[in-house]
């Protein structure tokens, strides 16, 4: 039997990219899709999520779909059961900031126990690595810019989804401490933005987007009147917030580089590394980046700062260059532009009105 890369959580954002991502590379993946679709567009008569649908299009290959919570661990073994899993990159997860403050139950469930289970049946089946969607929350308040992979982790942080992530890994540490057999790579991604170049797959976030670049998006198109502003009295240079918007595709192929390193039998343990540009750009310039590429003009109200917010972070780009030999190359135009395309091709996004 051919060998598999389990993906949970692959019919999300960032985990359906990195599936196009896999089966757009010459190796040839055998994809497996978990995700209990509870934040994916799934028709009715469909046996499979809008995104798996879409990227099986585009790419012309098979992806094997189980709708399965990772909380579930006979249902997840069964899975193991079916395919020869090699490694495991895991997206699965509740992400919304604000709704973890309000739902930390949940999000401590998903996140945390739904992780142990899944590091649970993969020891019952003898996988021993596993790719992890980290963020760059777990570094709370920077206290030095560029933030390097060596900056402390889980000081200041306030919301429960931001300590999941830092409990995750703390976790992940302790299990690589406890058995040289496991390698885990935890990708700590900045601000993830944009989509696939053909317009088919992007962010689809449910209700009133949280995000920056989603909402600017809907504003373009016509669905939300105004941007709020949150604040523009940060110390940078004009005032607003500066963050490191990395364009998913390129996040995705992180994800590739990052596989391939599961692979060299030298890496066992735990390798945390950031997945960024290098780059902070202001939510103004983000504005006019996006006016310029999508040709409509975005109306703005500056507002109090929200809750939680740091003035700026962005990425020290060298590890990942060293650990992987990935790089960011796509623009901030490029980003602009393909969440457009998207966008002004999917005003509801995958559902069709
Ligand atoms: P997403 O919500 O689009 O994707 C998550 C997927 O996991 C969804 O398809 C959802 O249905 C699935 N899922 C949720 N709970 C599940 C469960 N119990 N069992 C099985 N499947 C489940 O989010 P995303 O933006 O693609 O994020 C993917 C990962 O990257 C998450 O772990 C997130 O924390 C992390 N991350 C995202 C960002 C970002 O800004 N998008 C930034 C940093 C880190
Ligand atoms: C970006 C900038 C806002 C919306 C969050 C999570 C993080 C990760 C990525 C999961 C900030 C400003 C935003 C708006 C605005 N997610 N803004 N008006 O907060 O950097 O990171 O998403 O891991 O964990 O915290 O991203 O896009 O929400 O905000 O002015 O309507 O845009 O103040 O400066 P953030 P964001």
């Known amino acids: 039997m051919a060998s598999s890369i389990l993906i949970t959580g692959g019919a999300g954002y960032v985990g359906s990219h990195t599936v196009a991502a896999l089966l757009e590379q010459s190796e040839p993946y055998e994809i497996v899709v978990v995700d209990n679709v509870s934040n994916a567009y799934m028709a ?39 395919h020869n899993i090699e490694c495991v990159i895991h997206f699965a997860a509740l992400k919304a900031v604000g709704e973890s403050v309000a739902k930390p139950m949940e999000y401590y469930q998903v996140n945390i126990s739904g992780t142990c289970t899944l590091f649970d049946i993969m020891r019952k089946h003898g996988v021993y690595k596993l790719v992890y969607s980290s963020s760059s929350t777990v570094y709370g308040e920077p206290q030095m810019l560029p933030i390097n992979e060596s900056h402390p982790t889980g000081l200041g942080m306030t919301s429960p989804y931001g300590k999941s992530k830092f409990f995750c890994e703390e976790i992940m540490k302790d ?13 700590r991604y900045f601000n993830p933005v944009g989509a696939h170049r053909s317009g088919r797959i992007g962010e689809h976030p449910s209700g009133i987007p949280n995000n920056l670049m989603p909402y600017i998006s ?11 502003v949150f604040g523009a009295d940060y110390e940078t240079p004009d005032g607003t917030g500066v963050r490191d918007y990395i364009h998913v595709v390129d996040l995705a192929e992180g994800h590739v580089s990052a596989i391939r390193l599961l692979r060299l039998p030298s890496t066992a343990g735990f390798h945390a590394i950031n997945l960024g540009t290098g780059v902070g750009y202001s939510v103004l310039q983000m504005i006019k980046a996006f006016e310029e590429a999508s040709g409509r003009k975005i109306p703005y109200r500056i507002v109090g700062r929200r809750a939680g917010d740091i003035a700026a972070n962005y990425a020290d780009v060298s590890l990942s260059l060293k650990l992987l030999g990935w790089r960011t190359t796509r623009t901030l135009d490029d980003m602009c532009r393909d969440t457009w395309r998207w966008q002004s091709g999917n005003p509801h996004g995958f559902k069709k009105s």
């Open 218 to 228: 809907q504003v373009a198109v016509g669905r939300l009147p105004e941007l709020l």
């Open 175 to 187: 299990i690589c401490r406890s058995d040289t057999k496991w390698t885990v790579v935890s990708l």
């Open 44 to 82: 009715e008569d469909q046996m499979k999520p809008e995104p798996i649908r879409i990227v099986e299009e585009l790419t012309g290959k098979n992806v094997h779909f189980y709708n399965v919570d990772i909380r579930d661990a006979e249902k997840l073994s069964e899975v193991f059961n079916q």
